[in-house]
C-alpha cells in the first residue's frame, strides 16, 4: 500500500518540478511546416527555461517516431510533433505497432493545412485529364507522396476507386523529396500540402492542378478543387499537432498546452503562419483528441465503403 501511495504522489510531485532538464520533441514527419515548429519550439523553450531539442524521424511515413514516443516514459521529456497522417496509417497498412488514440496523450493542434495535386508543366493539367490517363493508360500515370499510408495516399487510393482510373503510387520519405522531382521531371504528379508546392509553382517548375477543400481558396482562386471533377469526395485531413506518451500527467498537458499557445500569439510566428499558408489550430484542450476520433471515424466509412483493405 505504501508503495502504490508513492506511484500516485509521484505524477503531481513530477509535474511541479517539470522541465528540469532539455525536452525532446520528435517530429514524425518532413515538410514545409518544419520551421513553424522550429519557431514554436523556439519559444516554448525560453518560456521553460529548457532546450526543446527537435528530432526529425519521418521514416516509414511516421511511424518510426510515433513508436518512439508511444514507448517513451510519460514523464514530459519525450514529447511528439505529428501530423494526421498517424491517425489514417492504421487503414492502409497491416500490423502498426501504436494506436493513435489509445498509446498517446493529445495535448494541442498547431496547424490546419490544404492539400494540393501539383504536376510537372508537362502533366495533366485536370483532374478529368489525370483520370482520362488514369484509365485510357492503367497504371501509367504515376503520384508521389509522403508514403504508403499517408493521408495522400489515401486520397489517391480513393480516386481510383471512385473514377476506375489506375495510377502508380510512389511513396516518399517527405514532399520535399518528391517535389524535388517533380519539378526535375522525374514523376508527373505530386500530393502534398499546398505551401509546399508554391514556391515550385511561383519558379515555373509546378502548376497546381487542384485542391483538397470545401471550396476554391482565396489565395489560389484559379485552382479549382477536386470536388469540383469529383462531387463528395472526402476532404483529406491535414493537421500537425503535439502529443506525449499515454499517461501524461494533466498538469505537463497543461502547461506544454499554455505554453504553445501563448507562442503562436507573438508576432514572428503569426508571421509565419501567414507566410506559411496555415490556418492556426483550435486552443481549446478538448478538441484534438475529438477531430481524432472525427477523423477516424470518418476515414473508417469511407475506407469500408471503398472496400480497401491493410497492405
Known sequence: M??????????????????AKPVRVIMSYAGGSEPLVRLVNQKVSESLGQPLILDIQPGANGSIGNSM????????????????????RKFLVKDVP?????????????????AAISAHPSGPSTVAEMIETGKRSPGKLSYGTTGIGSVYHMAGELMQLQTGAQFLHVPYKGSPQSLTDLAAGRIPLVFAIATSTDPFVKSGKAKYVAVFHRSRLTSLPDVPTVRESLPGFPLVPIWGAYFGPAGLPRPIVQRFHDEVSKAMTAPDVSALFEKAGLVPGDPRPEHLAAKMKEDIASVARFVKAAGIQPE
Do not use: E, K
Open 69 to 88: 514516443v508511444a514507448r517513451a516514459a510519460p514523464d514530459g521529456y519525450t514529447l511528439l510533433s505529428a501530423n494526421a497522417t498517424m491517425v489514417v
Open 2 to 19: 505504501a508503495a502504490l501511495s508513492f506511484c500516485l504522489a509521484a505524477h503531481p510531485a513530477q509535474a511541479q518540478t517539470w522541465p
Open 98 to 114: 501504436w494506436d493513435p488514440v489509445t498509446d498517446f496523450t493529445p495535448i494541442r493542434q498547431l496547424f490546419d493545412a490544404i
